[in-house]
């Protein structure tokens, strides 16, 4: 080869490696940032494990998150970052400011844990006799600093606000609104929230669906006035609601293995979990003087159908013998029900895949069908947003992160995940 033509040759090759860095950076000039979080995730994993096991060795109880607050504030103050505290109890809020003007997005922690007296399998257990963090919030509040963390080093890359709710009381369902009724919106006013919770699935899952996660799970109180043949009644009464029952009793739908199962489960489109109405058996009769109650849980997976069955089971008592003692018919409390929006939720699942690209963002089908709920939903209420779940078991390990069971445990490389893939979840939406 003559010196002209390989000096010919090299220029070729340098102008191609210049044409290809150039589509290269038009690319991916965006996913730079999800470089840098990714990089810096990895940086810090080792002392977030310690922060989680800190965390997991003082646990406290729903409405006493006093210790657990405190390290939250100085954590969010060490990074920069602006910290509101004693909202709604032990609530605290970090404000990350970026220069430029954008959009407001909001990621919420749960921190309380709850009592167990079960022993903790872990080699860094909970010092606080009696409680423990067998729902994951200690894994939670880790990821939500952790994502606190990485994006307050990329802030440059960035514009608008992000904000981190760290949100007491979720085990008893009142620190969400404890926090809204404490002018939790008086210091932030973000347009879209967001969410995770650990779940059973293997590390490195994260899934989600439109609408609800879970069954619309409620107490319905049906009172009439006392009366002599009462026990026509109460049997008229049982055999009503159970009938409403479309679940065959005893069979695969009530072995909680089958929503993890590939043929059935959740992640399914033909799964078993959808389209159902359940009754729980134990209906409840309460008498007084002149009336009498009779309660029932019942659940649905579809997330508008229990007002309709209340209607027609008040049409049904009203058309039958026993029209005459009927006095209400009504939903016992307030429901607590995770509803995401439809257009974010396909947006961010979209694009969590589009930047990871590892076939482990996964939709789901159907609903969960045990009464689970999360007071997030009523920050749902106020703003669009969605609530993920991340699988956190190893089952070769034999860890399983199903919440609130006592062998509770979680395969701790879910905090890698978590921040990773909720950092690039807020990073693209604040675009
Ligand atoms: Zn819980
Ligand atoms: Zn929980």
Redesign the pocket.
């Known amino acids: 080869m003559k010196n002209s033509s390989k000096i010919k040759k090299a220029a070729l090759t340098i102008q191609f490696i210049m044409l290809s860095l150039t589509i290269l950076g038009q690319t991916t000039q965006t996913d730079i940032s999800h470089l840098k979080i990714q990089q810096q995730t990895d940086h810090i994993f080792d002392s977030l494990v310690n922060l989680r096991r800190d965390l997991h060795r003082h646990p406290e109880l729903t409405e006493q998150e006093e210790r657990t607050s405190k390290k939250i504030a100085e954590y969010l103050k060490s990074l920069g970052v602006e910290v509101h505290t004693g909202i709604g109890g032990y609530g605290v809020v970090g404000i990350l400011r970026t220069n430029k003007k954008g959009k407001r997005i909001a990621w919420r922690a749960d921190i309380d844990a ?1 009592a167990s007296n079960h022993p903790d399998a872990v080699s860094f257990p909970s010092e606080n006799e009696g409680v423990r963090h067998i ?1 994951g919030h200690d894994v939670h509040t880790t990821i939500a600093l952790g994502i606190a963390n990485v994006l307050s080093r990329v802030k440059e890359d960035l514009s608008g606000t992000v904000y981190f709710i760290f949100q007491p009381a979720e ?1 008893n369902l009142k620190g969400a609104k404890a926090m809204i009724g404490d002018g939790l919106f008086d210091i932030i006013n973000p347009e879209e929230i967001y969410a995770l919770h650990i779940a059973p699935m293997p590390e490195g899952i994260v899934t989600t669906k439109a609408n609800n996660l879970y069954a619309d799970y409620r107490q319905i109180e049906i009172a009439f006035k006392n009366k002599t043949n009462k026990d026509a009644l109460i049997d008229y009464i049982k055999e009503l609601l159970l009938n409403l029952q479309n679940v065959a009793l005893g069979g695969e739908f009530w072995d909680n293995r089958n929503l993890l199962d590939p043929n059935v489960g959740l992640g399914n489109p033909n799964t078993i979990f959808k389209d159902y109405i359940t009754v729980s058996p134990n209906i409840e009769i309460i008498e007084s003087d002149k009336e009498f109650f009779v309660k029932a849980y019942l659940s649905s997976e579809k997330h508008n159908q229990l007002d309709s069955i209340l209607s027609e089971i008040k049409s049904t008592i009203k058309q039958s013998e026993f029209a005459g003692e009927f006095i209400k018919i009504e939903f016992h409390r307030e429901t607590a029900l995770v509803m995401n929006d439809e257009n974010l939720t396909s947006l961010t699942m979209s694009a969590l895949d589009r930047v990871y690209n590892n076939k482990q963002v996964l939709p789901l089908y159907g609903a969960i069908p045990d009464g689970r709920s999360d007071d997030f939903s009523f920050f749902q209420k106020k703003i669009p947003g969605v609530y993920y779940l991340l699988g956190a078991s190893d089952f070769e390990k034999g860890i399983i992160s199903m ?2 069971s006592p062998n509770f445990e979680v395969d701790e490389n879910s905090i890698r995940t978590g921040v990773k893939y909720f950092s690039s979840l807020i990073i693209e939406r604040l675009k």
């Open positions: 709850l729902c085990e919440p609130h």
